[in-house]
């Protein structure tokens, strides 16, 4: 299983390295930024499972940053780093969409304490909103066991291939950019070629397609992404 990825963004760097090496011993992996521009940017670029964010940093304040974040991803966990202490601060801060509010000082084992259960609490609810089979037209994939009815039978789907119909499926109607399918399916550090991603999408209208020269289901937008449709 990979590691939990998580992006911290602290501008005191003392601080920043002291949880930022926690995080290691807990078997973590954090990706340090300094300021709100870079913590935007590196959200935007790669996948995280938590964010940890003070408010006081510099270029974007964190308030700003959790605003942006949300506005792409609704459930990713966020924790505020504050030393503004008031009750009015840390009710500002979960309004905003942290999920918790802790403020400096702190306790290390309290803050790692408090990162595992948002961690836990997440993975829960994921499992809870998993997307288990899909049926379209007369297709039907078993994301659990990988198997599938296309339209020559029943067949076996590949990691790989359950993945990305995964990720099209669960943004049906939306395009999906070929850099969120590098991210997502295949990891950031990983970028396989275009042509990659488009032989996938040949495989799917193959398995899936009345006619894969007309496609209904698996459409490529050259220069934009993939999308799948019902």
């Known amino acids: 299983m990979s590691k939990k990825r998580i992006l911290l963004v602290e501008d005191e760097k003392h601080l920043a390295d002291t949880i930022k090496l ?15 521009s870079a913590a935007i940017s590196t959200f935007k670029e ?29 459930n990713i966990p966020i924790m505020f780093l504050s030393a503004r202490s008031s ?24 803050l790692m304490l408090r ?3 948002l961690i836990s609490r997440n993975d829960e609810t994921s499992k809870g909103n998993a997307l288990l089979d899909f049926t379209f037209g007369s297709n039907s994939i078993n994301f659990v066991s990988y198997e599938a009815h296309g339209k020559d ?11 990305l119909l995964k990720l099209l499926i669960e943004n049906k109607d939306e395009v999906v950019s070929r850099e969120k399918i590098l991210q997502t399916v295949w990891g950031y550090s990983v970028y396989p070629s275009t042509r990659t991603i488009d032989n996938f999408i040949l495989a799917f209208r193959k398995y899936f397609e009345v006619d894969p020269k007309n496609p209904k289901y698996f459409l490529s937008l050259r220069g934009v992404g993939y999308k799948f449709t019902v």
């Open 22 to 36: 926690n995080l290691e011993i807990e078997d973590y992996h954090p990706i340090l930024v300094y300021d709100g």
């Open 46 to 74: 790669q996948r995280f499972d938590l964010v940890i964010l003070d408010i006081m940093i510099p270029n974007i304040d964190g308030i700003a940053v959790c605003e942006n974040i949300r506005l792409h991803d609704k």
């Open 87 to 110: 009750a009015e601060d840390r009710v500002l801060g979960l309004k905003k969409g942290a999920d918790d509010y802790i403020t400096k000082p702190f306790n290390i084992e309290e």
């Open 115 to 117: 990162i595992n259960k």
């Open 153 to 163: 039978g029943k067949f076996s789907l590949t990691k790989k291939e359950a993945f």
